[in-house]
């Protein structure tokens, strides 16, 4: 059985601190999932039956933190610190076994040099000390399981024997919890990394099947810069005015098709992307000029955005390309005319809520663009069939607000109206300046 310990390795104060703030063995600590949760019968039945084995009136399971200890299972401690269920290092012996990762026996503790102070004596009633570690596999201490009396006792070798199995006992019930843990905790990893390789399948299945949307897109316009070259090229000489204007519209529709191709690149590797403090007022300002200067006269744009909006984190020059795909697509939409809002407002996404982009908790501007017509991915010249360049600016935007922590979500019916909503992630507050602000 242990022996009475007055010279016990752990009288050095240093000693003891830096084997009890030992980061490997907090950290085995934590992974055991145990601190600060609530009482559990399991872990009640074996500090009850070291009361009833032992003849003693309480017993403790306890978790030795680096400044605390916390009771996982507390028998007959008097109030307040049964209901608490933790104590401050002053009121520890757990401690002691703890740090030297060894059965303590304490008799008396007030005529204990290493104990006669401590306040566990006067505020929790003990004297008499019986003290097991409770060791990982690989040698950590996390705690000690103890029988405490409030008299002194004798301990003797059958007293030792039997609580050194139930701390056995109660050292398989802990592996057995952080086990749960550690799976709980791989599933989770498996989870995310399942969803990413989602994000990449759905990123590949869209590639593949816009590809032959855009090949047709891509001809088209080619077809019509030919077009518009040879058009232009015949009244040259005799309408020079005429055929200035049609080489602007060629030039144009060439713009787009470059800019068309350059989206592309959104399902390639890419380069790092560089987030910044973007002001999302001023931006949406910018964009309803460009949507009313299109050739849809009848074309309602109103702007509602919220007031004292944070910037949001985004590539600047990123974020402008995204934008504007979607304004020409909207614009696009709406060959009759119609009403379409740009709006922002800030949105606190909640731990534990299930978001409908699946963000994660944090502060995110929520970006829509709503607006009446035949709705955006609806044909302009056949109503109700896919446009595939609606749709690729669709998936281009929604892979950027991925890229950068937000996500998007489309809602409404061709022909009945849409929404295309997107989310992106805002600085917390202090951080606006460190990331520097950009009106974008």
Not at 214 to 232: E, K, P, T
Not at 270 to 294: D, F, T
Not at 314 to 342: C, F, I, N, Q
């Amino acid at each position: 059985m242990p022996a009475e310990q007055g010279g016990h390795p752990m009288s050095d104060e240093t000693l003891l601190r830096k084997a009890l703030r030992d980061e490997d063995r907090l950290m085995a600590l934590r992974r055991t999932g145990l601190l600060d949760t609530a009482p559990e019968e399991t872990f009640d039945r074996l500090t009850r039956m070291v009361c009833r084995l032992l003849g003693v009136p309480a017993a403790l399971v306890s978790l030795v933190e680096a400044d605390r200890q916390f009771f996982k299972s507390a028998v007959g401690l008097p109030q307040p610190w049964l209901l608490r269920r933790e104590t401050s290092l002053l009121h520890s012996f757990c401690q002691h076994v703890v740090a030297a990762g060894e059965p303590l026996l304490i008799q008396d503790a007030g005529r204990h040099p290493l104990l006669s102070g401590n306040l566990a004596i006067s505020d929790l009633g003990v004297v008499a000390y019986l003290g097991m570690p409770l060791i990982t596999a690989d040698g950590h201490a996390l705690g000690a399981l103890c029988a405490i009396h409030t008299e002194p006792r004798a301990w003797t070798s059958g007293d030792a024997a039997a609580l050194r199995d139930l701390a056995a006992v109660t050292m398989s019930e802990i592996t057995l919890r952080r086990l749960v843990v550690e799976m709980a905790e791989r599933n989770r990893r498996e989870a995310v990394q399942h969803q990413a390789t989602e994000v990449r399948v759905r990123r590949l299945e869209a590639l593949r099947r816009l590809a032959d949307g855009v090949r047709h897109d891509l001809a088209g316009v080619m077809q019509a810069v030919q077009s518009g070259v040879r058009l232009a090229g015949a009244r040259l000489g005799h309408d020079p005015a005429t055929a200035q204007s049609i080489l602007a519209l060629v030039n144009d529709v060439a713009r787009r098709g470059g800019a068309l191709a350059q989206r592309l690149t959104a399902f390639a590797p890419r380069a790092e992307l560089r987030p910044e403090a973007v002001e999302v007022a001023p931006l949406l300002q910018r964009l309803a000029r460009v949507i009313k200067s299109g050739p849809v006269v009848s074309l309602r744009v109103e702007v509602d955005v919220a007031p004292g909006l944070p910037p949001v984190l985004a590539d600047p020059e990123e974020l402008k390309s995204v934008l504007l795909g979607l304004a020409a697509s909207t614009r696009d939409a709406m060959p009759e005319g119609g009403t379409l809002t740009l709006g922002a407002a800030l949105e606190e996404i909640t731990s534990g809520a299930e978001h409908q982009a699946a963000l994660r908790p944090g502060r995110h501007v929520r970006l829509s663009i709503a607006y009446t017509g035949t709705g955006l991915g609806g044909g302009v010249s056949q109503p109700g069939t896919v446009n595939p360049s609606a749709e690729f600016e669709l998936a281009f935007a929604r892979t950027f607000a991925e890229q950068v922590g937000g996500g998007l979500v489309r809602e409404g019916r061709p022909g009945a109206g849409t929404t295309v909503t997107l989310w992106l992630p805002a600085p917390e507050a202090g951080g606006v300046a460190e990331a520097g602000l950009r009106e974008g």
